[in-house]
């Protein structure tokens, strides 16, 4: 079991309750497998989605938090809790999103988290050396920030609920406000968080921070914002930093141009594979889409070679490393689904079956579940996006 070192690699979480905060054992960490209804009941509007059920029961708490129990500090995440709410959406279970954004407006966001009052949400919490639980790092991750902008506004058009309109509205400014950039001779550009990325002329940034859908639907719910043209700039960080078709984790911007990152350098590994998935998400219609996926066409030619994802790849020198674990198979699922890659695919269905099978005495593995709802969901026709960055669930049609 892979425990991630950063940001990206820690767990989801999210909820409604501040119920660990005075937790000192792994017994109180209750999970939410009767706590929450089963998507598919009578009533729901949508088909039973087993994977999704797994996802619940095994990391996601009674309360909302999305939690990574292969972690000492049984860590919750932003992203977590982000991701967490965009399945929730998927599968219409609007009572476990209330609960995944209750936690985190609770906990991550210490109750600054309303309209007229929006704080980002911290972006990770955990347990403290002293056994208590809180928050371990008071910085804001902008990828979750975004993906959970982008839940709220979905879920107020999807459920017809303007509260969660303004609430995402209000969290998209705060991004624009204090998670972006302006970058001398390129313009707006989303920083990995608020604090700590800009230093000394170089300007650290993330390529899987920056998913086209997501910030397609911003651009369409605020157009005066910067999210358009941070769409054609993440396009041009993707095509500049990836001369071999392989994404790095990490790149930077330094004396007008993309460089190799300065700290983490050129390897691109289980931030990256997010891009490829990002990529295979975006509606066929969208202008960048094509260009997007051809700019990363470099992993589907190594797995044509070998049969399987590398689990790290030079982006300037294409040399590659050791096997991708099941949830590089969930990312990849609909990046060769939207390269008409049938063998590909195949064997990425393959893999992902295993998805669908809660194997007693078998933990399952928090990034392994994550990536591989995002892509068994799409390519089993659970959800899409269209040309505007929209969500449209499989539910939509049997609801209407």
């Given at each position: 079991?892979?425990?991630?070192?950063?940001?990206?690699?820690?767990?989801?979480?999210l909820?409604?309750?501040?119920?660990?905060?005075?937790?000192?054992?792994?017994?109180?960490?209750?999970?939410?497998?009767q706590?929450?209804?089963?998507?598919?009941?009578?009533?729901?509007?949508?088909?039973?989605?087993?994977?999704?059920?797994?996802?619940?029961e095994?990391?996601v708490?009674?309360?909302?938090?999305?939690?990574?129990?292969?972690?000492?500090?049984?860590?919750?995440?932003?992203?977590?809790?982000?991701?967490?709410?965009?399945?929730?959406l998927?599968?219409?279970?609007?009572?476990s999103?209330?609960?995944?954004?209750?936690?985190?407006?609770?906990?991550?966001?210490?109750n600054?988290?309303?309209?007229?009052?929006?704080?980002?949400p911290?972006?990770?919490?955990?347990?403290?050396?002293?056994?208590?639980?809180?928050?371990?790092?008071?910085?804001s991750?902008?990828?979750?920030?975004?993906?959970?902008?982008?839940d709220l506004l979905?879920?107020?058009?999807?459920?017809?609920?303007?509260?969660?309109?303004?609430?995402?509205?209000?969290?998209?400014?705060?991004?624009?406000?204090?998670e972006?950039?302006?970058?001398?001779?390129?313009?707006?550009?989303?920083?990995?968080?608020?604090?700590?990325?800009?230093?000394?002329?170089?300007?650290?940034?993330?390529?899987?921070?920056?998913?086209?859908?997501?910030?397609?639907?911003l651009?369409?719910e605020?157009?005066?914002?910067?999210?358009?043209?941070?769409?054609?700039?993440?396009?041009?960080?993707?095509?500049?930093?990836?001369?071999?078709?392989?994404?790095?984790?990490?790149?930077?911007?330094?004396?007008?141009?993309?460089?190799?990152d300065?700290?983490?350098?050129?390897?691109?590994?289980?931030?990256?594979?997010?891009?490829?998935l990002?990529?295979?998400?975006?509606?066929s219609?969208?202008?960048?889409?094509?260009?997007?996926?051809?700019?990363?066409g470099?992993m589907?030619?190594?797995?044509?070679?070998?049969g399987?994802?590398?689990?790290?790849?030079?982006?300037?020198?294409?040399?590659?490393?050791?096997?991708?674990?099941?949830s590089?198979?969930?990312?990849?699922?609909?990046?060769?689904?939207?390269?008409?890659?049938?063998?590909?695919l195949?064997?990425?269905?393959?893999?992902?079956?295993?998805l669908?099978?809660d194997?007693?005495?078998?933990?399952?593995?928090?990034y392994d579940?994550?990536?591989?709802?995002f892509?068994?969901?799409?390519?089993?026709?659970?959800?899409?996006?269209?040309?505007?960055?929209?969500?449209?669930?499989?539910?939509?049609?049997?609801?209407?």
């Open positions: 079991m892979r425990v991630r070192i950063n940001k990206t690699y820690m767990t989801l979480t909820g409604v309750g501040l119920a660990l905060a005075a937790a000192t054992s792994f017994a109180g960490l209750t999970r939410v497998a706590a929450t209804p089963t998507p598919g009941q009578p009533g729901q509007c949508n088909n039973d989605w087993p994977a999704y059920r797994i996802f619940i095994h990391f708490q009674a309360d909302g938090r999305v939690i990574d129990y292969s972690s000492p500090q049984l860590k919750t995440t932003s992203e977590g809790q982000s991701y967490g709410m965009f399945f929730a998927v599968a219409n279970d609007r009572a999103f209330d609960r995944l954004l209750g936690w985190t407006r609770s906990n991550l966001a210490g600054q988290f309303d309209a007229q009052n929006m704080r980002p911290s972006w990770l919490w955990g347990r403290k050396p002293d056994g208590s639980f809180g928050v371990l790092d008071q910085n991750a902008s990828d979750s920030d975004l993906w959970i902008a982008y979905q879920a107020g058009r999807l459920w017809h609920d303007a509260s969660y309109t303004q609430l995402g509205r209000a969290l998209a400014a705060q991004i624009a406000r204090e972006t950039t302006t970058l001398p001779g390129l313009g707006p550009m989303l920083l990995p968080g608020p604090q700590g990325f800009a230093n000394g002329g170089v300007t650290r940034l993330n390529p899987s921070y920056l998913p086209l859908p997501v910030l397609r639907a651009a369409k605020m157009p005066g914002g910067p999210w358009a043209r941070l769409a054609d700039n993440a396009y041009k960080l993707i095509k500049t930093t990836s001369p071999l078709g392989f994404t790095p984790d990490w790149a930077a911007w330094q004396n007008g141009q993309f460089v190799v300065p700290k983490e350098g050129d390897t691109g590994s289980y931030d990256a594979i997010r891009v490829y990002w990529a295979g998400l975006a509606s219609a969208d202008p960048l889409a094509k260009p997007w996926l051809a700019a990363v470099g589907r030619a190594k797995v044509a070679q070998t399987i994802p590398p689990e790290k790849v030079s982006s300037t020198t294409g040399t590659a490393s050791g096997e991708g674990p099941l590089y198979w969930g990312a990849l699922a609909p990046y060769f689904k939207a390269l008409g890659d049938e063998r590909g195949g064997l990425a269905r393959t893999h992902l079956a295993a669908d099978t194997v007693p005495g078998r933990e399952p593995v928090y579940r994550v990536l591989g709802l892509g068994t969901g799409f390519i089993d026709g659970r959800y899409r996006f269209d040309e505007a960055g929209r969500l449209v669930p499989s539910w939509r049609n049997a609801c209407d």
